[in-house]
């Protein structure tokens, strides 16, 4: 299993990021996906996740300003945050949603950075 994230970038706050990620060597369609995000010093953290079927969840501290979908056709996930914080400064990465039982290597994560 293959998994690149990519999209990241310096932002200042209250600004938008769209990250991508590709999977291969998976059969993508029928994994749940999630996004994590590990900031300095912290443990890493799922912040959002897709169900094969397209059903979302976010975690609390980005509902309503995360949005997660997927491209099974492009074997691609991806995470649309919008009203940026300094506290989403982060690298952010792509797996399976592990909270179904399902993990694997971590790839290259993006790095974010959000400035005040």
């Known amino acids: 299993v293959q998994l690149q994230a990519f999209g990241g970038g310096l932002v200042q706050a209250g600004g938008s990021l769209r990250l991508s990620c590709v999977a291969s060597g998976i059969t993508f369609s029928i994994y749940a996906m999630g996004w994590y995000r590990q900031a300095p010093g912290k443990q890493r953290e799922l912040v959002a996740s897709?169900?094969?079927?397209?059903?979302?969840t976010y975690s609390d501290s980005v509902k309503g300003r995360f949005t997660i979908s997927r491209d099974n056709g492009k074997n691609s996930v991806y995470l649309q945050m919008n009203s940026l914080k300094p506290e989403d400064t982060a690298v952010y990465y792509c797996?399976?949603?592990?909270?179904?039982?399902?993990?694997?290597?971590w790839g290259q994560g993006t790095l974010v950075t959000v400035s005040s």
């Open positions: 897709i169900s094969s079927g397209g059903r979302t």
């Open positions: 797996n399976a949603d592990r909270t179904y039982g399902v993990s694997w290597p």
